[in-house]
């Protein structure tokens, strides 16, 4: 089936995304859906969100992926993302999901990649809703960055001007040059310093116990040259159960972009175990 693009309201801003409905459903037929997230400065185009839709496609799940606020083609002020604020909306994007005509509203999980994959943890530890999450080289404890002088400088700049100093994205989320290839077109390149700090500020290990019952599934990388590997073992170690950790030599941080077949088989057998498409009641 064809993308269908959507806008859903998200405190006080419309963000737009696009909705994936598989073929073959018959008349009344609800699916488990998930929500894909992009990462960083991003948008929802990215290969990293585009290849986990089309094999969710493939699996017979529903996908909405959307551009964040302040990203893509969603409103929202360029260049300033707040963790809490991103937070905020895959929780609206959840409400607008769950009223789709083809989703089981009770089993809509989230998953992403990076950045995404943060605010994936986070909102399934806060929000009851979420059924399931999967993150990939994401990062539980944003103090792991390395700009305490640029978020100084940041607010001695807004004490002395009232504006927001700009800073270079790769000031913020160091990438190496090899590895840029994968950003999304129209990524962002300037952010605002308060945005490293909320990244700073954002601890999803705090609240990850939180989704007790809920499974979840780490994803990284144990060579990943972006976000360090400790980060989700660290959120492992914090999570309570059902939640899955898989290291993986052979990739790198956008392992989503790669056709990764050990990736894709951990996935499917964590979705068989936690998540299939036809309940278990169901199917019993």
């Known amino acids: 089936m064809a993308d269908t693009k959507v806008t859903f309201p998200s405190d006080g801003l419309t963000l737009s995304g696009t909705v994936r409905v598989p073929d ?37 799940y529903v996908t909405l992926r959307f551009d964040m606020p302040g990203c893509g083609e969603s409103e929202g002020v360029r260049g300033h993302l707040i963790c809490l604020e991103q937070v905020s909306a895959a929780s609206n994007a959840l409400t607008f999901l769950a009223k789709h005509p083809q989703v089981e509203a009770d089993r809509i999980g989230m998953i992403g990649s990076s950045f995404g994959a943060a605010i994936a943890v986070y909102v399934c530890g806060v929000d009851k809703r979420v059924a399931v999450a999967v993150s990939s080289g994401g990062w539980g404890d944003g103090a792991w960055t390395k700009f305490t002088d640029m978020l100084a400088e940041g607010q001695r700049h807004r ?33 605002t310093a308060e945005t490293a700090q909320s990244m700073y500020d954002f601890r999803a290990d705090d609240v990850i ?55 894709r088989s951990v996935i499917y057998d964590w979705l068989d175990k936690y998540f299939p498409v036809q309940a278990r009641a169901q199917a019993a």
């Open 159 to 191: 004490e002395k001007t009232g504006q927001s100093l700009m800073v270079p994205r790769y000031d913020i989320v160091p990438i190496p040059e090899h590895l840029r290839t994968h950003l999304a077109g129209n990524s962002i390149q300037m952010f």
């Open 24 to 60: 073959g459903l018959k008349p009344g037929e609800r699916r488990p859906a998930f929500i894909v997230m992009h990462g960083f400065g991003s948008n929802s185009s990215s290969t990293n969100v585009i290849e986990p839709c089309k094999m969710f496609e493939k699996l017979g």
């Open 209 to 263: 116990g939180q989704a007790a019952g809920r499974p979840i599934l780490l994803l990284h990388s144990s060579v990943d040259s972006v976000t360090p590997t400790e980060q989700s073992i660290e959120m492992f170690k914090r999570a309570a159960q059902p939640c899955d950790l898989h290291l993986f030599a052979e990739t790198d941080h956008f392992m989503f972009s790669e056709s990764n077949t050990r990736v």
